[in-house]
Nanobody, 113 residues
Framework: QVQLVESGGGLVLPGGSLRLSCAAS????????MGWYRQAPGKQRELVAV???????NYADSGKGRFTISRDNAKNMVYLQMNSLKPEDTAVYYCTVYGRGYWGKGTLVNVSS
């Protein structure tokens, strides 16, 4: 059974930072591309970043230069470091095994003063 458990969300001031974590189980983690998506209130879910099994990364324009996705294959973990956060980054952030339809339950990031 595949499980993805996100953590690290919360309330942060504009300009602040957060590091999201995702613990994966039930898959051969090291061979899978992993991703982060987000869904803001009233909007569709959108891609934030992906990282391949080989460590190649790709980012949506909204996060380029501010967000960094990384993975630790020994721990079956994927991370999203978010810096210079803006109110428009407020959303529920979801971890996914990219292209395979497995999703976590999400963690809420609220950027507000």
């Amino acid at each position: 059974q595949v499980q993805l458990v996100e953590s690290g969300g919360g309330l942060v001031l504009p300009g602040g930072s957060l590091r999201l974590s995702c613990a994966a189980s039930g898959i051969i983690f090291r061979i899978n591309t992993m991703g982060w998506y987000r869904q803001a209130p009233g909007k569709q879910r959108e891609l934030v970043a992906v990282i391949t099994s080989g460590g190649t990364t790709n980012y949506a324009d909204s996060g380029k230069g501010r967000f960094t996705i990384s993975r630790d294959n020994a721990k079956n973990m994927v991370y999203l470091q978010m810096n210079s956060l803006k109110p428009e980054d407020t959303a529920v952030y979801y971890c996914t095994v990219y292209g395979r339809g497995y999703w976590g339950k999400g963690t809420l990031v609220n950027v507000s003063s």
